[in-house]
């Protein structure tokens, strides 16, 4: 098994989970200035979210790994990801499933979540690699943050 490596993202919690996953998802970007990239085409996207906090939960997690794994693989698995309504928006490109907008939207929805958890824990990262050799990560700003 390879091991990732990823940019860390200085933070002051006690405690910091990292979650790998994979997915493959189809595509396209609705723009003629995307030149190939408007035509459907597919990727196994590599997702490495990075949750922190000081509390852990009544389980002794800051949040359980399986539950990041279905707020992102079960939704964007297998998926053409313009027909999601979160990037359904053909004239904005803040809603175009670009890989930054990917990035950004699942933090969105992973940090969703956690604000419902007591312990608090805060997504403070997530990396989307689209190819071998492209990726993005999204950090959120603390305004970004509900609290």
């Known amino acids: 098994m390879l091991h990732q490596f990823y940019p860390q993202v200085p933070h002051d919690f006690r405690y910091e989970l990292n979650k790998d ?5 189809a595509h396209f970007i609705p723009a003629k200035e995307a030149g ?3 035509n459907m085409h597919g990727h196994t996207y590599v997702i490495n979210i990075t949750i922190a906090g000081d509390t852990l939960n009544e389980t002794g997690f800051l949040i ?3 539950r990041l794994k279905e707020i992102v693989h079960s939704r964007f698995d297998h998926h053409l990801l313009n027909e999601d309504p ?4 053909k004239e904005d490109p803040n809603y175009f499933p670009t890989t930054e907008v990917v990035a950004r939207t699942i933090w969105k929805l ?12 805060r997504c403070v ?13 999204y950090r ?3 305004e970004d943050f509900h609290s």
């Open 64 to 66: 359980n790994f399986q």
């Open 36 to 38: 190939k990239c408007a």
């Open 110 to 121: 992973v940090q969703q979540e956690l604000d419902k958890e007591p312990n608090q824990p």
């Open 86 to 89: 979160l990037f359904a928006n």
């Open 21 to 25: 996953m994979h997915l493959s998802a």
């Open 140 to 142: 959120p700003k603390k």
């Open 125 to 137: 990262q997530v990396l989307v690699r689209e190819t071998p050799t492209s990726y993005v990560v």
